[in-house]
């Protein structure tokens, strides 16, 4: 995974859930996990609180850029 995450929230106006959601990915974490771990990991600890919440990974360019995460309160609808 990429060392470096920029979080897009939804509902962008709940400026709690973002905390919420920022604040859960400076959670320790074993080194061994993969990112689908980590994103698992997250989401699962998002959910105490946010029953719907689900994030979607959108993957790093391969040039070293940051991964993008839309992290979703009520969750994704397509």
């Keep these: 995974m990429s060392p470096q995450v ?3 929230c ?3 106006t709940d ?3 973002s905390a919420a959601a920022a604040l ?3 959670i320790e974490l074993p080194a061994h996990y993969s990112a689908e771990e980590v994103v698992g990991e997250i989401q699962l600890r998002l959910r105490d609180r946010y ?3 689900s994030i979607q990974v959108e993957t790093a360019l391969p ?3 940051a991964s993008t995460w839309h992290v979703y309160r ?3 609808v397509s």
């Design 10 to 12: 939804y509902p962008r």
């Design 6 to 8: 920029r979080l897009v």
């Design 51 to 53: 029953p719907l919440a």
């Design 63 to 65: 040039s070293g850029g």
């Design 24 to 26: 859960h990915l400076r």
């Design 74 to 76: 009520d969750g994704f």
């Design 15 to 17: 400026g709690v859930f």
